[in-house]
């Protein structure tokens, strides 16, 4: 839903990665040159041109098109982050599950603590996602440790190693 992506995410300055549907209509702003060896097929900045889907999202986002060598299946993703580059938000995509499964193990035990607080557990994954990956874009990915070289798993590597607790008490007061 555009409505909701502009509104509680964009407009929040948190960034957001998404897989876009088949039938988006837009127009290409920009496109920027990729190296296909890498699986990305395209990278383009663009606007919606729908009736209603333009309205509710007015601004300019990213599209990606990204092919998993591994799998020969080609995503298309839409992100708002106009800074990192496309085979991260790529690689972002694909770590979301661990991220995601992590906090909804958190937001259980929560809940089961206090069975009357509500909480709409897609809207806060997402918070929390969000949350981090401006943590990570601020971090500029440098708490990777040295060994891992250009590796994605850096993720998993700083839930391990710094440990969740450290990682937001490090939180810039924007994010």
């Not at 663009?46 to 333009?54: E, H, M």
């Not at 298309?76 to 906090?103: C, G, H, Q, S, V």
């Not at 971090?139 to 993720?155: F, I, M, Q």
Request: hydrophobic share 35%; proline share 3%; with cysteine.
């Amino acid at each position: 839903d555009f409505h909701r992506l502009y509104t509680l995410i964009h407009q929040c300055r948190a960034f957001y990665v998404t897989r876009a549907k088949d039938n988006i209509q837009y127009e290409v702003i920009t496109s920027s040159s990729v190296d296909k060896t890498t699986g990305i097929i395209s990278d383009q900045l663009v606007r919606l041109t729908g009736y209603k889907s333009s309205r509710s999202y007015p601004e300019a986002f990213r599209l990606i098109v990204y092919e998993d060598f591994a799998t020969n299946v080609i995503y298309t993703f839409m992100t708002n982050d106009l800074e990192l580059p496309a085979l991260t938000i790529a690689e972002l995509y694909r770590e979301r599950w661990k991220i995601e499964l992590f906090f909804n193990g958190k937001l259980f035990v929560m809940q089961s603590r206090r069975k009357s607080y509500a909480v709409n557990q897609d809207i806060m994954s997402q918070l929390y996602t969000t949350t981090l990956h401006n943590h990570i874009i601020s971090e500029g990915l440098s708490a990777r440790k040295p060994d891992h070289g250009s590796s994605p798993n850096h993720v998993p590597w700083l839930f391990q190693e710094q440990g969740l607790y450290k990682l937001f008490q490090e939180l810039p007061a924007s994010a």
